[in-house]
């Protein structure tokens, strides 16, 4: 299937949930945070948050800014 | 009595936002640094409590192991107070804090900017009252970016938001505080915290805002954007204090006539 990961295409094998995704990006335990069709999910919930064909992911940290 | 037993000036009593009290009133942003290592020293050079980060998306492909903001300016030691820059209607910059919040481990203290164009990086209005109420009901903190008109600033504590932050002049620009009128207008009727956010140039134009009665001063670029950021970074500090000692002391009033400092009685001529 085929998500949108930070507004670019990205595939992604099909059932495959949010944990899944992050741990394959290497961003597992690192700050950041995730919402799927503008909705947070918090991290406890990543495992089993399954994605489904088209969603819309964001993944975002913080940097610097004034 | 012994000149040495003057007693010791009562130190300011620091800045209180929703609850919680902070040594000190500069609160600076993290942005525009050549690098990780002089955002830390300039950081630690300005004395703030407070530091603003903004929220961006992951760029993904990149080292995912490289240093972050984070850690060198880490929650554990300095409150970091996420914005919506670049947030140019309400619900984008709901949708930016509520990811901060997660980010940040449920972390309530928000600063919301709803701009209204990219040549001026005004706030609109409109859209941060919107913003602000919602965020005020999904039990936020909110510190506003707010324009320095009384009537806004005062709608705005209305919501509940628990620091109102009007410009001194447009954001990054450098230009110092343009209307001191219509921040001590702000001041005088706000039973909440006001500070300035954008526009200061350069340390006088920090300690005309607290010297004008401004509870703390947000800045970015002023310090990032010196020749040397880190000794910016120091005289800011500084600034604040001066201007806010300046404050707590009460200035001479203006006079038209001058007046001597020395006494007439007693001239050897």
């Known amino acids: 299937m085929q998500i949108e990961l930070n507004g670019k295409p990205h595939a992604l094998a099909d059932g495959a949930d949010l944990a899944q995704l992050i741990a394959a990006l290497e961003l597992s335990g690192k700050a950041v945070a995730v919402a799927v069709n503008r909705q947070v999910v918090p991290s406890q919930l990543w495992a089993g948050r399954v994605l489904a064909d088209a969603d819309r992911v964001d993944v975002v940290r913080a940097i610097g800014g004034g | ?269």
């Not at chain 2, 001041?187 to 009665?213: C, F, H, K, N, Y």
């Not at chain 2, 990032?224 to 604040?240: H, I, Q």
């Open chain 2, 1 to 269: 009595m012994n000149m040495n037993d003057a007693p010791a000036l009562t130190a300011d009593a620091g800045l209180t936002i929703a609850g919680k009290t902070y040594n000190s009133r500069l609160l600076v942003g993290s942005g525009k640094y050549k690098d990780l290592d002089e955002t830390r020293l300039a950081t630690e050079a300005s004395g703030a409590d407070i530091i603003t980060v903004a929220i961006r998306r992951v760029n993904i492909g990149q080292d995912p192991n490289a240093p972050s903001l984070l850690d060198v300016v880490p929650p554990s030691r300095y409150t970091i107070l996420p914005n919506t820059a670049g947030c140019y209607n309400a619900e984008d910059a709901v949708y930016t804090l509520q990811l901060a919040r997660e980010l940040l481990n449920g972390h309530k203290l928000v600063k919301l900017e709803v701009l209204g164009d990219e040549k001026t990086l005004f706030p609109n209005m409109p859209e941060t009252l919107k913003a602000a109420d919602t965020l005020v009901k999904d039990g936020f903190d909110v510190m506003v970016y707010c324009s320095d008109d009384p009537i806004q600033a005062r709608m705005l504590e209305d919501i509940g938001v628990v620091a109102v932050m009007p410009l001194a002049s447009l954001i990054g620009s450098g230009m110092g505080i343009l209307n001191p009128w219509n921040l001590s207008l702000i001041i005088e009727q706000s039973r909440i915290p006001v500070l300035v956010d954008a526009g200061v140039g350069t340390a006088s134009d920090a300690a005309i805002a607290m010297e004008l009665g401004c509870d703390g001063v947000l800045m970015n670029t002023a310090i990032a954007g010196a020749r040397d950021p880190v000794r910016m970074a120091r005289a800011m500090k500084l600034a604040v204090e001066a201007g806010r000692e300046a404050f707590l002391a009460g200035r001479v009033p203006k006079r038209f006539a001058a007046s001597p400092s020395s006494p007439m009685a007693g001239r050897v001529v």
